[in-house]
């Protein structure tokens, strides 16, 4: 049986996501794009200009990705509202990634004001993926409030740390009844497979990918690797042992029979 | 507690002991760390790390390529009014030039708003002299209302204004605020400010925290080079730009070291600052904070312009005129010559050739 992501009744076979920002062309970005044979691409609605007289981001993501509009430079749950109906009004469909960051410095989402956006983007029938630091409490409110996901970042936007919050990302994977999406700080594919292991429903990738020597080939790197952290998960991946287990040092004594 | 108590904190800051104290062995520990304190990014300043440049470049490129990515983003400058009270000593509009004075009224800003939009630039920066009485807030507010149908993002270069001001041009649709103090150091400024307004030192340094308390997204400040010595004055601009950045998360904070050009007047700068001294600057910077925005404006030359970018520069602006209807009305006197006249099509190509990606659209009226 093909293992394929739900979510909102849409069948996801891929689950590397890409981020569309830091590009050096939108060309270079569509054929990452295809060579990743990405299903799911995130868009700004600050950078989408249907009547640009240039080229519009829009017109080079393939027909075979979904767009999810994310609210980029939203200050406050009120920003990334406004900007998410816009987004609708524009045609650019109902799948909104809620991003607000009221902290320039470290691009760190507010998870209180994200939650108040997702609360009342929901109401609207938006299908909503917060960004978020991750929280179990938060993403339990998140998830209550009817996210279709949960996307906690591993580290901060742009800065190839990898998974630093994996303890945090575990526990929201274990406890939350929502595909958990690692967001952010991922720098290279072994990390994106490591989120994959950990038992993460996708991962989203921008940076690495869009500024490293050759996009095209790093898309593919990560997509690949991705999909092997996904069949290891699905494996089963054997339990870690700090020792060799060959011995019973404590109960080598007990001479019964069992 | 605002930015100028800062200042006078630092104002006699012995900047030369700390460069003598330093020893000049080795720039890598600092190029290593992930987190600067205000040592290192004294000593990136320092005439000994001039001869890091390159290792400094290698680092500022790649900061710069993990938060802003290979992407520049385009503006031009529209001026409205070249009325001025002011009589600065470098400046072309110096209320004591004999220059031809005009304001544009609405259907000019119309005019020049859709040329400029013809052009596909979507940010605009409108600039006015210093007159409450010829360019009052509610001409600007006027202007902004026309401009809003043209563009993606306002951003306006005006003399310093009240909170409740700034607050009336964001409501208005202002987005974005620049403003230079031209010169940190108080007893040049007294000097070169000869007579209006802008001789009020606190005011101005002060503006940009007025502006980000009313809500502006973007602040940009910035220091003219060719007034002060110029070490000393990106240090206090970067202790601004820092400032500004702890003060007000939510706001973008930039800056721009544009270098005195010849002008109407004939002012000659006062301490040179060379290409290198320039290059430095952006280096210290970007290294010491990554989330900078930099903007280089069409002041400098092409080549030299080209060479600057991938040092950490995240704006240009194309297809730049200075003078007060210089598109479409055929306004003639500007403010400062440009050196790079290439038009938005040049900008995007040469962009293209090295690698970057043109940004036209960076923001939308929500």
Not at chain 1, 173 to 178: A, F, K, P, S
Not at chain 2, 81 to 89: E, I, L
Not at chain 2, 222 to 251: C, M, N, S
Request: hydrophobic residues 40%; proline residues 5%; neutral net charge.
């Amino acid at each position: 049986m093909e293992d394929l992501l739900e979510i909102a009744g849409e069948e996801i076979g891929n689950r590397l996501f890409i981020g569309t920002g830091k590009f050096s062309s939108y060309s270079i970005m569509k054929q990452s794009l295809g060579a990743a044979k990405a299903e799911v691409a995130t868009v700004a609605l600050r950078r989408v200009d249907p009547d640009s007289k240039n080229e519009n981001i829009m017109d080079f993501v393939p027909e075979s990705c979904r767009v999810m509009i994310n609210t980029s430079g939203a200050r406050n749950a009120d920003e990334a509202i406004r900007i998410a109906r816009l987004a609708k009004a524009a045609g650019a469909g109902n799948w909104i990634k809620i991003e607000v960051i009221r902290d320039n410095k470290y691009l760190l989402p507010d998870n209180l004001e994200t939650l108040k956006a997702v609360e009342t983007l929901v109401r609207e029938g938006f299908v909503v993926f917060p960004y978020m630091s991750p929280d179990l409490s938060m993403g339990r409110r998140m998830a209550e409030a009817g996210a279709a996901a949960v996307m906690p970042l591993g580290s901060p936007i742009g800065s190839n740390r990898g998974v630093k919050t994996r303890e945090l990302i575990e526990i929201m994977i274990n406890e939350i009844n929502l595909p958990i999406i690692v967001d952010a700080g991922l720098g290279r594919p072994s990390e994106a497979c490591e989120c994959m292991e950990l038992g993460s429903a996708a991962v989203l990738v921008n940076t690495a990918i869009a500024v490293s020597n050759d996009p095209v080939k790093m898309a593919k790197a990560f997509s690949e690797s991705v999909y092997a952290g996904r069949l290891a998960y699905l494996s089963g991946i054997p339990a870690i042992e700090k020792t060799a287990s060959a011995s019973s040092p404590l109960t080598g004594f007990l001479r019964d029979k069992k | 507690m605002s930015f100028y108590d800062v200042y006078i904190k630092y104002r006699n800051f012995d900047l030369d002991k700390v460069f003598r104290s330093n020893s000049p062995v080795s720039i890598q520990p600092i190029l290593e760390r992930d987190r600067l304190d205000l040592d290192h990014f004294i000593y990136l300043l320092s005439p000994q790390a001039e001869n890091f440049l390159e290792s400094m470049a290698q680092k500022a490129q790649a900061i710069t390529r993990n938060n802003f990515g290979n992407t520049v983003q385009l503006y031009t400058p529209m001026y409205l009014s070249n009325y001025c009270d002011n009589s600065c000593a470098y400046c072309g509009f110096n209320f004591n030039n004999n220059i031809e004075r005009r304001k544009l009224n609405p259907e000019e800003v119309d005019q020049e708003a859709q040329y400029i939009h013809s052009l596909g630039l979507k940010h605009i920066l409108i600039l006015t002299g210093e007159s409450r009485g010829e360019s009052p807030v509610s001409y600007i507010k006027d202007c902004v209302r026309i401009l809003k149908k043209y563009f993606s993002s306002i951003s306006i270069e005006v003399y310093p204004l009240t909170v409740n001001e700034y607050t009336q041009l964001v409501n208005e649709g202002v987005d974005g605020l620049t403003i230079y103090q031209e010169t940190y150091d108080d007893s040049l400024y007294a000097k070169i400010h000869v007579y209006g307004p802008k001789k009020d030192y606190k005011f101005r340094i002060d503006a940009p925290e007025r502006g980000a308390e009313a809500g502006m997204r973007s602040i940009s400040i910035g220091t003219l080079f060719g007034l002060g010595e110029w070490r000393r004055e990106v240090f206090i601009l970067g202790l601004h730009a820092k400032y500004l950045q702890d003060k007000f998360p939510e706001a973008e904070i930039g800056i721009s070291v544009p270098r005195i050009q010849p002008q109407v007047g004939g002012f000659k700068p006062v301490s040179p600052v060379s290409d290198r001294n320039i290059a430095q600057t952006i280096l210290a910077l970007r290294i010491f904070l990554p989330r900078l925005g930099i903007s280089l404006s069409t002041r400098e030359n092409p080549e030299f312009r080209e060479g600057l970018i991938p040092l950490g520069i995240t704006k240009i602006s194309a297809a730049s005129t200075t003078a007060v209807g210089g598109h479409t009305i055929g306004g003639k006197t500007s403010q400062f010559e440009i050196q790079d006249r290439r038009n938005v099509d040049e900008i995007k190509i040469m962009l293209e050739r090295k690698g970057y990606q043109s940004v036209f659209k960076d923001w939308l009226q929500i």
